[in-house]
């Protein structure tokens, strides 16, 4: 089977632009979270959705949001692009919501903002 | 407030050694601790979990941790280190109703041959 998939690998934008990072979850999973990893960090806690709903959200500004689709993919979309944004996207899809169902974690998307 | 601290940046170890990765928590209620790995362009992985009962869990790849609550610790452990182990180590603590994982900042284990 496969596993959680993330598109774009890369990307590179410029301040004040807008970006959009996409995650299909493993089949069956309904739960998507997301996580912000800055360079020499751990990952941060952005989003969980679980069964198309918002069910937890991390300390991240209003230019950060996300959403889940019928079919329980998911996007990050990220206005006015800040230097600080740079960093590893995680996206982490489980068969259900709570830390009993494990997490499987996306190799992420890097995002370079200039 | 809830944190994770991971004490060691960086660690190196000579293939064959034994290893200990720290970690403490601070937590309001009883923690769910995890321990990831995370190799160079990849997303993490797995190791193990704690969620209740036997304190000593074993996980993947020869890993095992103990959960000391007077210590408010979750060490890594492994007793003889492999040169595929280099990679970044994650200790992590959940609440059992999220997905919310709060991640301490991480140890890079280098293995020397």
């Known amino acids: 089977d496969a596993g959680v998939t993330q598109s774009p690998t890369h990307l590179i934008k410029t301040r004040g632009q807008h970006v959009t990072l996409r995650c299909s979850p493993i089949s069956g999973h309904k739960s998507v979270s997301w996580y912000q990893q800055v360079l020499g960090q751990g990952p941060q806690f952005i989003f969980q959705?679980?069964?198309?709903?918002?069910?937890g959200r991390g300390n991240f500004p209003d230019r950060f949001s996300a959403r889940q689709f019928p079919n329980y993919s998911s996007e990050l979309n990220v206005n006015a692009l800040l230097l600080g944004d740079s960093a590893l996207y995680l996206c982490?899809?489980?068969?259900?919501?709570?830390?009993?169902?494990?997490?499987?974690f996306g190799p992420g998307t890097r995002l370079t903002v200039t | 407030a809830q944190s994770v601290t991971q004490p060691d940046i960086h660690i190196t170890v000579s293939e064959g050694a034994s290893l200990e990765l720290r970690c403490n928590y601070s937590y309001g209620a009883t923690p769910y601790l995890f321990w990831y790995v995370q190799s160079p362009g990849q997303g993490l992985q797995l190791l193990l979990k704690y969620f209740s009962g036997d304190t000593l869990v074993q996980g993947i790849k020869g890993f095992e941790a103990e959960f000391k609550r007077s210590q408010s610790s979750f060490n890594l452990r492994k007793p003889s280190v492999h040169w595929s182990d280099a990679a970044e180590y994650f200790c992590a603590v959940g609440p059992y109703n999220t997905d919310k994982l709060i991640f301490g900042t991480g140890t890079r284990l280098q293995v020397f041959p």
């Open positions: 959705y679980y069964e198309k709903e918002e069910r």
């Open positions: 982490a899809s489980s068969s259900g919501q709570g830390a009993r169902y494990e997490q499987y």
